[in-house]
């Protein structure tokens, strides 16, 4: 760990939360309004796109003049993140996130659609009024990406046929294009050659890709796995992720995963049944093959960093990766 | 009616067309994106806002060399309009638009959803990509005001105090303030002076507010009225229109226009409360009242235009006006 970087980048991330709180402002709307803005003023998560941002920008010649301007990108990334999680809430019917109500658990779907196109709003306004023109461009890139991910997931919800492929086609939307753009924002922002553009862009979606494969491990490595989520929430929403697609490449193991989905779609599915599946990921190997790609994509993120000059920041790039495969080594 | 200006707009509202099938354009997704990109294509409205950005760019000094940009902006305009109106159908549970299933009824809320945001997502790249910097941070202000005004208007709903002052605050966002953009992006791109945007801005802002006041009175005035739409589909949902929040100003009407606005809550609204609604907004001066409001913006709209220099499309804006206000006339 390089306590240096450790210590600059937990300034910036102050100065980040300063700049979220200001794009968060009510401006004398009231009512309803306000009262959603306040939440999600109040919502905190990991912060890791705008981290991701900072860390990538370090290898820009211009960094230091940057950083007031790469921290109100690394808020601007944050918000797109979050109008994201607004509507995919909206989607997922989900009542917490980060053990807050979410919007449409507490003020209905209606009101969760548009507080998350205000998010978008402001999200434009500042792109423009900030001068973040190349940037702003990758972010229309970057969202409509999400767009396509969710919206191919949805396709593939209850669909016995859905495959490696499509998931990775879907994950690449859901997480991955983020997690680029972060990278990429924050080269492009600090003044990175075009080469460590290229290697950060790499960085980011290959992060991307490791950390949503982990967040569908967890889900059943660990039991006791919660952060406001229920266990093997997606498969009872019909989404197949990358451990059960895996288990049912195995022949012997898809009729009886087919099953246990048809017993989900009818709303029938209880500890028995998530411990069933869980015991057929498992032997047929599907886990242990889906740990194998997590690891692949970090292998691929790591290689980025190789090929980056050396910076002490490309240790806390290297600390990040090893720290999110670990909880995987358990399963 | 000027025979030239209305010949020339034609033809550039073909170019909006073509931008339009371009801007919905599938490159490649397949699935559910093509088929949601291959809706919006095909639903075809009356493209007013691209009309009026059209119109107000006659009187700019660059209209001939921006034509091609001023096309272009006019179908994004228009998107914008698109994504909005899906996202409202998502929220007014609306089987219909212009005719066609809404999105939400042909493939759920959840794929609605993002087919709005990958249509702001276009409009976002569009923005950056063909360099409208300072139209861009304008559409960002008008997307925040849209989603201020449906986040305010679905707090009034059912809520026996609501106000005329709420009622024209919501309806700025919900509808004047695209027209208002659709006006200051014509005037900003072809170069009309300072002055000129002023009074462009107004006539935008003007035009809208009459839109909408007209929308709501058409909704009571004629029986006939339906264009996919029920009559009286804003009180079902417990939205108070001008119409009605004029006539609970009166006293004695008040308390009937409630109980039949809990009748409404109870999903037990049939022709004869229609009926009776109807003759209430009518016998207490509610209707006449939001006639006269129409009016009155219809005239600060027309004293915009005379405040313009004269151009042949002052006329075309003086029949569109004046066409727009006739129904009510009926009432």
């Given at each position: 760990m390089n306590q240096f970087e450790e210590k600059e980048l937990k300034q910036e991330m102050e100065q980040v939360e300063l700049y979220l709180t200001e794009y968060l402002r009510d401006p004398g709307y009231g009512g309803a309004v306000s009262r959603v803005l306040r939440d999600m003023e109040q919502s905190r998560g990991k912060r890791l796109r705008p981290r991701l941002?900072?860390?990538?920008?370090?290898?820009?010649?211009?960094?230091?003049?940057a950083r007031s301007k790469l921290?109100?990108?690394?808020?601007?990334v944050e918000l797109v993140h979050m109008a994201s999680l607004i509507h995919d809430d909206i989607v997922d019917d989900a009542p917490l996130r980060r053990g807050l109500p979410t919007a449409q658990a507490k003020y209905g779907k209606?009101?969760?659609?548009?507080?998350?196109?205000l998010l978008l709003s402001r999200i434009v306004q500042s792109l423009f009024r900030d001068g973040f023109?190349?940037?702003?461009?990758?972010?229309?890139?970057?969202?409509?990406?999400?767009?396509?991910?969710?919206?191919?997931?949805?396709?593939?919800?209850?669909?016995?046929?859905?495959?490696?492929?499509?998931?990775?086609r879907n994950i690449y939307g859901k997480t991955a294009a983020l997690c680029r753009l972060a990278c990429m924002a924050g080269a492009v922002e600090s003044g990175c050659s075009e080469e460590m553009q290229l290697?950060?862009?790499q960085l980011g979606i290959n992060f991307g890709y490791m950390f949503q494969i982990r967040d569908?491990?967890?889900?059943?490595?660990?039991?006791?796995?919660?952060?406001?989520?229920?266990?093997?929430?997606?498969?009872?929403?019909?989404?197949?992720t990358l451990p059960v697609l895996y288990a049912m490449e195995d022949r012997q193991t898809k009729p009886?995963?087919?099953?246990?989905?048809?017993?989900?779609?009818?709303?029938?599915?209880?500890?028995?049944?998530?411990?069933?599946?869980?015991?057929?990921v498992t032997t047929s190997g599907g886990l242990a093959r889906a740990a194998a790609d997590m690891q692949m994509y970090a292998d691929r993120a790591l290689q980025a960093i190789g090929n980056l000059p050396d910076h002490g920041v490309s240790d806390v790039f290297r600390d990040l990766l090893r720290a999110k495969c670990k909880i995987s080594a358990a399963g």
């Open positions: 941002l900072l860390m990538a920008s370090r290898y820009g010649k211009d960094f230091e003049a921290c109100r990108l690394g808020a601007l209606d009101m969760a659609v548009y507080a998350g196109d023109a190349r940037v702003g461009q990758m972010v229309g890139e970057a969202v409509e990406a999400m767009c396509v991910g969710e919206l191919g997931q949805m396709e593939c919800r209850w669909n016995e046929g859905a495959t490696v492929e499509q998931y990775m290697q950060l862009e569908d491990l967890l889900d059943f490595v660990s039991d006791a796995y919660e952060e406001g989520k229920l266990t093997q929430a997606d498969f009872r929403e019909g989404i197949m009886e995963i087919i099953c246990l989905l048809h017993a989900a779609e009818e709303g029938d599915f209880g500890f028995e049944h998530a411990a069933r599946l869980k015991t057929l």
